[in-house]
């Protein structure tokens, strides 16, 4: 039995190898969507327009507006006269912030009061908003505490000091690169076990592997084990990216990290063999990949928090084994996580992993007969 299964094993591995189409897709999408979501998908602010409008001309003013300048996350691109011009840059876009200092602006440091400054920003990006605000919060603060240490003034009365574990430069590049290795071990693994018995139905050949000795369960593993060998291969080129080429520091245990994939690839694994076992055509396959990658992306925390999402979503992303595999992924990446810590992640993961595959099993037995 076992020599036919690698037989079957080895004649899949030679199906998507040799076919220079799918050779580009497990080689090239990857690595393209791994540059892209490494640069382009960051909740980093820099280089954010935005317009001065000083009004003091004081020497103060000008270090208030040099410390923006000086920061990585703005970049002036007009300086404005008067206020009439400030409503057409926001409602073009071309600025994102303007900058308000008032003309009793030295006046009221120098007597120790309250000196206005008004941060405007663009709102229909909410987020983006926000963060703006934060920045400029940051910078107003330690304006303040520069000035109030050199003139004598009354010091604030309650100073921030921010620390962040894991990651102490708080840059979005730790937090989703870790995540991509998730998305694309998913991503490939689905798209070769998907389409296995599809493109089998396509061109003819399902039905003489019917009349072999092989019983479903041989077929079946034979199926599966090319995907799950690929969805590994696939996710230590992306774990060496991220440590290599990002600088992402891995501070846990290879044995943790590999156990987590392991049980992730057979969940994703079993759910490509379903979708392969239902379908009958390769565009069929693909239709299912995409109809299930999506929402698994949604209710995984990949991007937005699951603690935010309304309760019976968050009870449904129990089911989703990506959800698990980016905890573990991150927190061995960041925290140095091991075995016994990551326990609650494991055990799910393979509930589904075991589902999965049974259920495969069953529907493969079921369209065969």
């Known amino acids: 039995m076992w020599r036919q299964v690698f ?74 006269t008067q206020s009439q011009s400030l409503d057409a840059l926001i409602d073009s876009r071309k600025v994102a912030m303007v900058l308000v200092i008032d003309e009793r602006f030295t006046h009221d440091l120098l007597t120790h009061q309250s000196a206005r400054v008004q941060v405007i920003v663009d ?33 604030i009365p ?9 990651n ?17 071990t998913q991503v490939v693994t689905l798209l070769v076990v998907g389409l296995s018995v599809a493109r089998e139905r396509e061109t003819g050949t399902f039905d003489q592997l019917l009349v072999t000795p092989m019983r479903p369960i041989d077929i079946l593993l034979g199926k599966g084990f090319p995907g799950l060998l690929i969805g590994i291969l696939e996710a230590s080129v992306i774990i060496g990216a991220a ?12 044995i ?20 392969s076992s239902l ?39 129990a089911i989703n084994p990506m959800r698990y595999i980016l905890v573990i992924v991150r927190s061995v990446f ?10 609650a992640q494991y055990f799910p993961m393979a509930l589904i992993a075991l589902f999965t595959l049974t259920a495969a099993g069953w529907l493969f037995r079921k369209r065969t007969n």
């Open 123 to 155: 709102g229909r990006n909410s987020n983006t908003a926000m963060l703006i605000a934060g920045y400029s919060n940051i910078i107003l603060n330690d304006f303040s505490q520069s000035w109030g240490s050199s003139h004598g003034a009354a010091p």
């Open 243 to 254: 440590v290599g080429w990002f600088d992402i520091p891995l501070r846990g245990g290879f």
């Open 158 to 166: 309650a100073v921030l000091d921010l620390r962040a574990r894991y």
């Open 334 to 343: 960041l925290e140095g996580a091991t075995l016994s810590t990551l326990q």
């Open 7 to 80: 037989a079957l094993i080895v004649k899949e591995l030679l199906a998507v190898l040799r076919d220079q189409k799918s050779r580009m897709v497990l080689i090239g999408p990857p690595l393209i969507q791994l540059m892209i979501f490494g640069y382009a998908a960051t909740f980093d602010l820099n280089q954010v327009p935005m317009a001065i409008y000083n009004k003091d001309h004081s020497a103060p003013s000008r270090e208030l507006v040099a410390r923006f300048e000086g920061a990585p996350t703005f970049h002036r691109v007009a300086t404005l």
């Open 168 to 184: 102490p430069t708080l840059s979005s590049q730790w937090f989703i690169v870790p995540g991509i290795v998730a998305l694309l």
């Open 279 to 317: 379908v009958l055509t390769q565009q069929q396959a693909l239709l299912g990949v995409f109809l299930f990658m999506v929402p698994s992306i949604i209710l995984s925390g990949f991007a937005t928090p699951i603690e935010n999402m309304p309760d019976w979503l968050q009870t449904l992303t």
């Open 256 to 275: 943790a990290l590999y156990l987590g994939l392991f049980l992730f690839v057979i969940a994703v694994t079993g759910i490509g063999l379903m979708i």
